[in-house]
Antibody, heavy 120, light 110 residues
Framework: QVQLQESGPGLVKPSGTLSLTCAVS?????????WGWVRQPPGTGLEWIGE???????NYNPSLKSRVTISLDTSKNQFSLKLDSVTAADTAVYYC?????????????WGQGAVVTVSS | QSVLTQPPSASGTPGQRVSISCSGS????????VNWYQQFPGTAPKLLIY???QRPSGVPDRVSGSKSGTSASLAISGLQSEDEAIYYC???????????FGGGTKLTVL
Protein backbone atom coordinates (compact mmCIF):
# COMPACT_ATOMS: atom_id res chain seq x y z
CA GLN A 1 0.00 0.00 0.00
CA VAL A 2 1.59 3.23 -1.20
CA GLN A 3 1.54 6.15 1.23
CA LEU A 4 2.77 9.73 0.94
CA GLN A 5 3.55 12.03 3.86
CA GLU A 6 4.33 15.73 3.58
CA SER A 7 6.53 17.55 6.08
CA GLY A 8 7.98 21.02 6.43
CA PRO A 9 7.53 24.42 8.11
CA GLY A 10 3.95 25.58 8.50
CA LEU A 11 4.89 29.25 8.52
CA VAL A 12 7.06 31.05 5.97
CA LYS A 13 7.91 34.75 5.86
CA PRO A 14 7.06 36.83 2.80
CA SER A 15 9.87 36.82 0.21
CA GLY A 16 11.22 33.64 1.80
CA THR A 17 11.40 30.10 0.44
CA LEU A 18 8.75 27.46 1.04
CA SER A 19 10.30 23.99 1.42
CA LEU A 20 8.35 20.76 1.72
CA THR A 21 9.31 17.11 1.57
CA CYS A 22 7.15 14.13 0.62
CA ALA A 23 8.21 10.78 2.10
CA VAL A 24 7.14 7.78 0.02
CA SER A 25 6.44 4.34 1.49
CA UNK A 26 5.24 1.22 -0.29
CA UNK A 27 6.85 2.23 -3.59
CA UNK A 28 10.23 3.38 -4.84
CA UNK A 29 10.59 6.87 -6.28
CA UNK A 30 12.97 5.23 -8.74
CA UNK A 31 10.09 3.18 -10.17
CA UNK A 32 8.44 4.10 -13.48
CA UNK A 33 6.29 6.90 -12.05
CA UNK A 34 5.85 10.61 -11.90
CA TRP A 35 5.61 12.33 -8.52
CA GLY A 36 3.74 15.61 -8.17
CA TRP A 37 2.61 18.55 -6.07
CA VAL A 38 -0.85 20.15 -5.98
CA ARG A 39 -1.94 23.05 -3.77
CA GLN A 40 -5.27 24.35 -2.51
CA PRO A 41 -5.58 27.95 -1.23
CA PRO A 42 -8.07 28.42 1.61
CA GLY A 43 -11.66 27.94 0.51
CA THR A 44 -10.78 27.49 -3.15
CA GLY A 45 -9.99 24.79 -5.68
CA LEU A 46 -6.96 22.76 -6.68
CA GLU A 47 -3.90 24.01 -8.58
CA TRP A 48 -1.25 21.79 -10.12
CA ILE A 49 2.27 22.94 -9.23
CA GLY A 50 4.45 20.47 -11.06
CA GLU A 51 5.87 16.97 -11.21
CA UNK A 52 9.09 15.00 -11.48
CA UNK A 53 9.79 11.72 -13.26
CA UNK A 54 11.93 8.99 -11.71
CA UNK A 55 14.68 10.00 -14.15
CA UNK A 56 14.70 13.54 -12.76
CA UNK A 57 12.83 15.14 -15.65
CA UNK A 58 10.56 17.91 -14.39
CA ASN A 59 7.40 19.58 -15.63
CA TYR A 60 6.16 22.78 -14.00
CA ASN A 61 3.03 24.94 -14.15
CA PRO A 62 4.12 27.90 -16.31
CA SER A 63 2.56 30.34 -13.84
CA LEU A 64 4.96 29.12 -11.12
CA LYS A 65 7.89 27.89 -13.20
CA SER A 66 10.23 30.78 -12.41
CA ARG A 67 9.91 30.12 -8.65
CA VAL A 68 9.53 26.32 -8.38
CA THR A 69 12.03 23.50 -8.01
CA ILE A 70 11.03 19.85 -7.54
CA SER A 71 13.76 17.33 -6.82
CA LEU A 72 14.27 13.68 -5.87
CA ASP A 73 16.24 12.17 -3.00
CA THR A 74 16.55 8.50 -3.86
CA SER A 75 18.62 7.73 -0.76
CA LYS A 76 15.67 8.72 1.43
CA ASN A 77 12.92 7.67 -1.01
CA GLN A 78 11.40 11.14 -0.97
CA PHE A 79 10.90 14.14 -3.21
CA SER A 80 10.83 17.82 -2.42
CA LEU A 81 9.25 21.12 -3.37
CA LYS A 82 10.87 24.53 -3.13
CA LEU A 83 8.96 27.71 -3.92
CA ASP A 84 10.94 30.96 -3.88
CA SER A 85 9.89 34.53 -3.21
CA VAL A 86 6.61 33.59 -1.58
CA THR A 87 3.75 36.00 -0.92
CA ALA A 88 0.45 35.70 0.92
CA ALA A 89 -1.04 34.31 -2.30
CA ASP A 90 1.06 31.17 -1.77
CA THR A 91 -0.75 30.38 1.47
CA ALA A 92 -2.39 27.00 0.88
CA VAL A 93 -2.60 23.34 1.74
CA TYR A 94 0.15 21.63 -0.24
CA TYR A 95 -0.41 18.02 -1.30
CA CYS A 96 2.09 15.62 -2.75
CA UNK A 97 0.42 13.13 -5.06
CA UNK A 98 1.27 10.35 -7.50
CA UNK A 99 -0.09 10.60 -11.04
CA UNK A 100 -0.35 6.93 -12.01
CA UNK A 101 0.49 5.91 -15.55
CA UNK A 102 -1.87 2.92 -15.46
CA UNK A 103 -4.72 5.29 -14.65
CA UNK A 104 -3.97 7.75 -17.42
CA UNK A 105 -2.04 10.08 -15.16
CA UNK A 106 -4.83 10.53 -12.61
CA UNK A 107 -3.66 11.28 -9.07
CA UNK A 108 -4.60 8.05 -7.30
CA UNK A 109 -2.39 8.48 -4.22
CA TRP A 110 -2.36 11.66 -2.13
CA GLY A 111 -0.60 12.76 1.02
CA GLN A 112 -2.67 14.14 3.86
CA GLY A 113 -1.63 17.70 3.04
CA ALA A 114 0.63 20.29 4.67
CA VAL A 115 -0.81 23.65 5.69
CA VAL A 116 1.58 26.47 4.81
CA THR A 117 0.91 30.06 5.81
CA VAL A 118 2.93 32.96 4.42
CA SER A 119 3.00 35.73 7.00
CA SER A 120 5.46 37.92 8.84
CA GLN B 1 -4.52 27.88 -20.20
CA SER B 2 -7.92 26.24 -20.59
CA VAL B 3 -10.66 26.37 -17.99
CA LEU B 4 -12.96 23.63 -16.70
CA THR B 5 -16.34 24.95 -15.61
CA GLN B 6 -18.47 23.25 -12.98
CA PRO B 7 -21.67 24.39 -11.26
CA PRO B 8 -20.81 25.60 -7.75
CA SER B 9 -23.51 23.51 -6.14
CA ALA B 10 -25.81 20.53 -6.64
CA SER B 11 -28.28 18.81 -4.40
CA GLY B 12 -30.54 15.80 -4.11
CA THR B 13 -32.49 13.73 -1.65
CA PRO B 14 -31.49 10.27 -0.42
CA GLY B 15 -32.03 7.65 -3.11
CA GLN B 16 -32.08 10.15 -5.97
CA ARG B 17 -29.71 10.31 -8.92
CA VAL B 18 -27.58 13.44 -9.22
CA SER B 19 -25.42 14.54 -12.12
CA ILE B 20 -22.54 17.08 -12.02
CA SER B 21 -21.31 18.64 -15.25
CA CYS B 22 -17.85 19.77 -16.30
CA SER B 23 -17.39 21.92 -19.39
CA GLY B 24 -14.02 22.32 -21.11
CA SER B 25 -12.54 22.92 -24.54
CA UNK B 26 -11.13 21.08 -27.51
CA UNK B 27 -7.63 21.25 -26.01
CA UNK B 28 -8.72 19.71 -22.72
CA UNK B 29 -11.80 17.51 -22.39
CA UNK B 30 -12.35 17.46 -26.14
CA UNK B 31 -9.16 15.50 -26.70
CA UNK B 32 -8.17 14.16 -23.29
CA UNK B 33 -9.56 11.93 -20.56
CA VAL B 34 -11.39 13.31 -17.56
CA ASN B 35 -10.80 12.43 -13.93
CA TRP B 36 -13.09 13.12 -10.99
CA TYR B 37 -12.12 13.60 -7.36
CA GLN B 38 -14.17 13.65 -4.16
CA GLN B 39 -13.05 15.81 -1.24
CA PHE B 40 -14.41 16.01 2.30
CA PRO B 41 -13.60 19.06 4.47
CA GLY B 42 -10.10 18.92 5.89
CA THR B 43 -9.05 15.87 3.91
CA ALA B 44 -7.14 15.17 0.71
CA PRO B 45 -9.00 14.59 -2.56
CA LYS B 46 -9.80 10.99 -3.46
CA LEU B 47 -9.83 9.66 -7.02
CA LEU B 48 -13.37 8.68 -7.98
CA ILE B 49 -13.27 8.26 -11.78
CA TYR B 50 -10.31 8.08 -14.16
CA UNK B 51 -10.11 7.89 -17.96
CA UNK B 52 -13.60 9.49 -18.07
CA UNK B 53 -15.53 6.38 -16.98
CA GLN B 54 -13.28 4.00 -15.06
CA ARG B 55 -13.72 3.39 -11.33
CA PRO B 56 -10.74 2.61 -9.07
CA SER B 57 -11.22 -0.43 -6.88
CA GLY B 58 -13.38 0.38 -3.87
CA VAL B 59 -15.55 2.99 -5.61
CA PRO B 60 -19.15 1.71 -5.75
CA ASP B 61 -20.81 1.13 -9.12
CA ARG B 62 -23.52 3.67 -8.31
CA VAL B 63 -20.83 6.22 -9.24
CA SER B 64 -20.27 6.67 -12.98
CA GLY B 65 -18.60 9.04 -15.41
CA SER B 66 -19.17 9.94 -19.03
CA LYS B 67 -17.79 12.28 -21.64
CA SER B 68 -19.21 13.77 -24.80
CA GLY B 69 -17.41 16.31 -26.93
CA THR B 70 -15.97 19.02 -24.70
CA SER B 71 -18.11 18.15 -21.66
CA ALA B 72 -18.09 15.44 -19.02
CA SER B 73 -20.46 14.35 -16.30
CA LEU B 74 -20.27 12.57 -12.99
CA ALA B 75 -23.42 10.73 -11.90
CA ILE B 76 -24.21 9.36 -8.48
CA SER B 77 -27.30 7.20 -8.13
CA GLY B 78 -28.90 5.97 -4.92
CA LEU B 79 -27.70 9.17 -3.22
CA GLN B 80 -26.56 8.73 0.39
CA SER B 81 -25.75 11.25 3.11
CA GLU B 82 -22.10 10.12 2.95
CA ASP B 83 -21.92 11.45 -0.63
CA GLU B 84 -22.09 15.02 0.67
CA ALA B 85 -18.72 16.44 -0.42
CA ILE B 86 -17.03 18.65 -3.02
CA TYR B 87 -16.41 17.09 -6.42
CA TYR B 88 -13.68 18.24 -8.83
CA CYS B 89 -13.23 17.36 -12.47
CA UNK B 90 -9.77 17.39 -14.02
CA UNK B 91 -8.28 17.02 -17.46
CA UNK B 92 -4.90 17.38 -19.11
CA UNK B 93 -4.42 20.72 -20.81
CA UNK B 94 -2.06 20.90 -23.78
CA UNK B 95 -1.37 24.61 -23.40
CA UNK B 96 -0.41 24.14 -19.74
CA UNK B 97 1.27 20.80 -20.43
CA UNK B 98 -0.25 19.67 -17.16
CA UNK B 99 -3.56 18.89 -15.47
CA UNK B 100 -6.21 21.52 -14.81
CA PHE B 101 -9.05 21.30 -12.31
CA GLY B 102 -12.58 22.58 -12.30
CA GLY B 103 -13.67 24.96 -9.57
CA GLY B 104 -15.50 22.21 -7.70
CA THR B 105 -19.15 21.39 -7.07
CA LYS B 106 -20.47 21.14 -3.53
CA LEU B 107 -23.01 18.32 -3.36
CA THR B 108 -25.62 18.61 -0.63
CA VAL B 109 -27.82 15.69 0.37
CA LEU B 110 -31.10 17.21 1.56
Amino acid sequence: QVQLQESGPGLVKPSGTLSLTCAVSGDSISSNNWWGWVRQPPGTGLEWIGEIYHSGTTNYNPSLKSRVTISLDTSKNQFSLKLDSVTAADTAVYYCARPTVTKGGAFDIWGQGAVVTVSS
Amino acid sequence: QSVLTQPPSASGTPGQRVSISCSGSSSSIGSKNVNWYQQFPGTAPKLLIYRSNQRPSGVPDRVSGSKSGTSASLAISGLQSEDEAIYYCSSWDDSLNGPIFGGGTKLTVL
